[in-house]
C-alpha cells in the first residue's frame, strides 16, 4: 500500500511519539514506532513501559493494518528534502520506501504482533476509570509550578513523583525533595471525585509538558489505579504510576508564622539572582535577614561578596538565616505575581512562600543549617 502525505506533518507526529522511546531496553519490540492504518488514520504509538504516546493524523486510503517502523524513520523524515512524501509499504517482508523528489530510501520494518499496546488501551478503556475535563494551558501552568520541587535523585522513588489527590470538587497536587515542598490546590465545582491518590512519575509529567504545545484547548485528564493519562487533541499521553507510599506532608507545614514580609517578586528575583553568582557549594548558600521593613541579602566566598537591601512590609520579629539561593529563584522565576508573601518560622523553621489572597498554593523551603 502506498502512504502520501504533508512531510512537516508526517516529522510532528512521529517527534511526538518518539519522545516514549526507550534509551535503552532488554524488550527490542519496544524500540520501534508503531504505526497502525485505517481507512482514514494513520496512528503512531510508542512506549518505554512507563510513558505511553499515540499521536494520530488524517489519511485517506482504502487499506489497513499495522507495522513496526524503525526508530532511524524519525530522522529521515526529520530531514527529507520535499514538501511531500510517499511511503509504499511492502506488507510480505514488511519493506518501506520512502521517496520524494529524487530523494530514495529503503527501510525494513517488522511485524507488530509483539508490540506491548493492548496493556495500555484496555487500562484507558477500564470501567473503574475516572476522568474530568481541563483547559490545556492551565494544566500545563499547574504542573510546572509543582514538577521543578520533585526529586531527581533515584535513591528516592517515592519522592520522584508528583502526588495527585483527587477529593470530593478538589485536586491536590504535592511535590518535594525533602528539602523543599509545593502543595497546590485546584478546585471546579463541576467536579465531583472519589478519594484517590495517584503518584505520577515527574519525569514523566516533564515529558508531558515538553510535548504538550501551546494553545488554551481543551484536554480529558483520567485516572485509574495505574495509569494516569491525558487525551488532547490528536494526542493521547499516559503514564504508569509509581507504587511507592507517598508520605503524609501535613505535618511538616508549620502554623502561625514568626515573621511574615510582602515584598516585590521580580525586585527580590533579581537581588537573588546577584547573590547566587557568589554563592559557593552544594547548597549555594545565601544570608537573609529581615528587620525594621528592610529585607537583607548577603552573601560572602572566596571570589567576593555582596550585600543588597530591599523595602519590604514587615509583620513580627527580626529573623536571620541562610538559605539555598537554588531553591528561592526557582519559585521566582515560575511564579509572575507582582507580590509574594515570605512566612518565617524562626531561625531552624522552613520558609514559606505564599500568594497574595490566594492560599490554594505554598512553597515550603527548608533553611540551611550550617555553611560549610
Given at each position: 500500500m502506498q502512504i502520501s502525505t504533508v512531510t512537516g506533518q508526517l516529522a510532528t507526529c512521529l517527534e511526538t511519539v518518539e519522545k516514549a522511546l526507550p534509551v535503552r531496553t532488554t524488550v527490542p519490540v519496544i524500540s520501534n514506532i508503531l504505526l497502525q492504518i485505517d481507512s482514514n488514520k494513520l496512528i503512531f504509538s510508542a512506549t518505554n513501559h512507563e510513558i505511553f504516546i499515540t499521536v494520530s493524523m488524517d489519511h485517506e486510503g482504502s487499506d489497513s493494518g499495522s507495522i513496526l517502523l524503525p526508530p532511524k524513520i524519525v530522522d529521515i523524515v526529520r530531514y527529507f528534502p520535499t514538501p511531500s512524501v510517499s511511503i509504499d509499504i511492502n506488507w510480505e517482508n514488511y519493506r518501506l520506501d520512502i521517496s520524494g523528489g529524487s530523494a530514495r530510501f529503503h527501510l525494513y520494518g517488522s511485524s507488530s504482533d509483539d508490540f506491548p499496546l493492548n496493556s495500555v488501551v484496555s487500562a484507558s478503556s477500564d470501567e473503574t476509570a475516572e476522568s474530568f475535563s481541563f483547559d490545556l494551558s492551565s494544566f500545563k501552568k499547574i504542573l510546572k509550578e509543582v514538577v521543578f520541587a520533585a526529586s531527581t535523585e533515584e535513591t528516592r522513588p517515592a519522592f520522584n513523583g508528583v502526588l495527585f489527590t483527587f477529593k470530593d470538587q478538589t485536586l491536590t497536587l504535592t511535590a518535594s525533595d525533602t528539602y523543599r515542598l509545593v502543595v497546590s490546590k485546584i478546585q471546579d465545582e463541576s467536579w465531583s471525585f472519589k478519594e484517590v491518590r495517584c503518584l505520577v512519575p515527574a519525569k514523566a509529567l516533564r515529558e508531558f509538558l515538553r510535548i504538550a504545545g501551546e494553545g488554551h484547548k481543551g484536554i480529558t485528564v483520567g485516572y485509574q489505579n495505574s495509569l494516569l493519562s491525558v487525551d488532547f487533541g490528536n494526542i493521547y499521553f499516559a503514564s504508569r504510576l509509581l507504587e511507592?507510599?507517598?508520605?503524609?506532608?501535613?505535618?511538616?507545614?508549620?502554623?502561625?508564622?514568626?515573621?511574615?514580609?510582602?515584598?516585590?517578586?521580580?525586585?527580590?528575583?533579581?537581588?537573588?539572582?546577584?547573590?547566587?553568582?557568589?554563592?559557593?557549594?552544594?547548597?549555594?548558600?545565601?544570608?537573609?535577614?529581615?528587620?525594621?521593613?528592610?529585607?537583607?541579602?548577603?552573601?560572602?566566598?572566596?571570589?567576593?561578596s555582596m550585600e543588597e537591601y530591599l523595602p519590604v512590609e514587615q509583620d513580627g520579629e527580626s529573623i536571620e538565616l541562610f538559605v539555598n539561593s537554588r531553591f528561592v529563584l526557582d519559585i521566582l522565576k515560575i511564579r509572575d505575581e507582582e507580590k509574594i508573601i515570605i512566612d518565617f518560622h524562626g531561625e531552624g523553621g522552613p520558609l514559606i512562600f505564599r500568594l497574595m489572597d490566594d492560599s490554594s498554593y505554598l512553597y515550603l523551603v527548608l533553611p540551611i543549617k550550617k555553611v560549610n
Open positions: 511507592e507510599k507517598y508520605p503524609d506532608v501535613s505535618g511538616v507545614i508549620p502554623g502561625d508564622y514568626k515573621t511574615r514580609v510582602v515584598i516585590e517578586r521580580k525586585l527580590l528575583e533579581d537581588t537573588i539572582s546577584r547573590a547566587a553568582l557568589l554563592a559557593e557549594g552544594k547548597n549555594q548558600a545565601v544570608n537573609i535577614a529581615v528587620k525594621d521593613n528592610s529585607f537583607e541579602v548577603r552573601v560572602s566566598s572566596q571570589e567576593g
